[in-house]
């Protein structure tokens, strides 16, 4: 298949209202930090067999359309020895795969941090293509302070992105362009909106500058919520309308689907979140790709007990179908 083709298979099949993207992508460290919190040790074999829970519960493929996985997921293998690339594919669900490597202090400036792994990148890109990935993700960090994020933080961190998507749509991978605004800080939701603001215009310029399609992009932004010390707490209605305005001013609408990241938010505000969003239409696809909000309180039901499997999958449909709904502002909260 002709590049092009390719990418825009992908998308088709991303870009569907009631189906979003499972974010099952966790670092090593970062997987190891989440099943200790539920007392499992963090052996090859217990996230192997964590992941297998997500991957095999019944009916996900109804409201998943991809899973991003880690590198070590993606040349494992479920119980029956299929590769799990396969095995979600058979299930009608495209894996995908994060191909960053993680954040680098940017010189001279107040522990700002930029995303590294563009060396080698098509080569390994080529290698998870052949193992069966169809995208990949790439995220970028930003923090709020009075006065960071800096200009150079948000300019360097929107380059890199931008090569690294011009790189995948190079190779026929769809590229996730995940610029996060961090929740943490005592910033109010406006301060929160004007940096959310000037991240994505200098990512979308630098996409520009690099050729990417951005037609051909999934974007995954955080949504615009004030710092998590923040004495105000914004309301649900102020989160969703502030996300849009930013929105509106800076993605174009050519970009088909926006799927947000959870960053934070507890599994019930970003379903909120999203589905106030979702009330009424607008320009591009708006869905999730979730990792804590979908993941969090299935892995502290299963507590890595066999006989926990099935009530823990159950418990992530549940919230994978309440996200459905949002995606069509379906939801309710007495569904919960
Ligand atoms: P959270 O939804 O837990 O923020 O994770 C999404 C993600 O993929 C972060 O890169």
Redesign the pocket.
Known sequence: MAITDELKSTIVAIAVKGKGIL?A??STKTATKRLEAVGVQSTEENRRRYRELLFSAPDTNKHLAGV?LYEETLMQKASDDTPFPSYLSKKGILPGI?VDKGLVKIPFTEDEEVTQGLDGLPERLAEYKKLGAKFA?W?AVYKITGKLPSPLAISTNAEVLARYAAICQSLGIVP?V?P?VLLDGNHTIERCAVVSEAVLREVFSALKRNLVNVKLIIL?P?MVLSGKDCPQKSSPEQVAEETLKVLKKSVPSEVPTIN??????TPEQ?TIHLNLMNKHPQPWNLS?????????PAMKAWAGKEENVKKAQQIFFHRLKLNSLATEGKYAVNME
């Open positions: 974010a992508d966790e991003i994060k993700k995220r996730i995940e996060e995954k955080s947000f990241l959870s960053g934070g938010q970003a999730f790709s979730y990792a804590r909000a979908l993941q969090d």
